[in-house]
């Protein structure tokens, strides 16, 4: 059985930092491509980061590059997202996925590419 885990929500200032991490369970980590998403309250599920199955691939949303860092560790089957300089607009709940498919670069911001999804953690930002 597939598990895909985020943590490391939390409540932090503007400015402040973050850093989430995604356990995944049950497959194959490295054959994964894993991407990160988020969704605020009215919005829909927007792309924030994806890295390749490697790590030698990563793709950011505009809003968050340069201050978002993804990485990933095929010995502990984990992927990371570091957030620094934190903004109330970046408020939302983070979903790590994971994707199986072969991902050309301008695929790994479609969520519909990702087959396993964690529950979410909440980052919340206050001005």
């Known amino acids: 059985q597939v598990q895909v885990v985020e943590s490391g929500g939390g409540l932090v200032q503007a400015g402040g930092s973050l850093r989430l991490s995604c356990a995944a369970s049950g497959l194959t980590f490295s054959s994964y491509a894993m991407g990160w998403f988020r969704q605020a309250p009215g919005k829909e599920r927007e792309f924030v980061a994806a890295i390749s199955r490697s790590g030698t691939y990563t793709d950011y949303a505009d809003s968050v590059k340069g201050r978002f860092t993804i990485s990933r560790d095929n010995g502990k089957n984990t992927v990371y997202l570091q957030m620094n300089s934190l903004k109330p607009e970046d408020t939302a709940t983070f979903y790590c996925?994971?994707?199986?498919?072969?991902?050309?670069?301008?695929?790994?911001?479609?969520?519909?590419?990702?087959?396993?999804w964690g529950q979410g953690t909440q980052v919340t930002v206050s001005s």
């Open positions: 996925a994971a994707s199986r498919t072969v991902l050309s670069s301008s695929t790994y911001r479609a969520s519909g590419v990702y087959g396993y």
